[in-house]
């Protein structure tokens, strides 16, 4: 998988490599929300599946956390 979650007390750390559908690599420059990561992985082409995904790797609660 090609998106890096990783949890912090402030929220989330974002990284992506590129795939063959994301062409190209980005993180966050500092914690993001959950709904914001959410919103800028969407936005730069992920699916929400995929989204989903990695959030549930970085962290089994993230559903139970308010977006």
Known sequence: ???K???TSDGYHVSVTPSPH???EWSSDGALSQQAAIDRLVEIGYHLQD???ALH???EDWHRRAP
Do not use: K
Request: aromatic share 6%; proline share 7%; net charge negative.
């Open 1 to 3: 998988m090609s998106i």
């Open 51 to 53: 989204v989903a995904d």
């Open 5 to 7: 979650l990783v949890r």
């Open 57 to 59: 790797f970085a962290d």
């Open 22 to 24: 994301i062409p190209a």
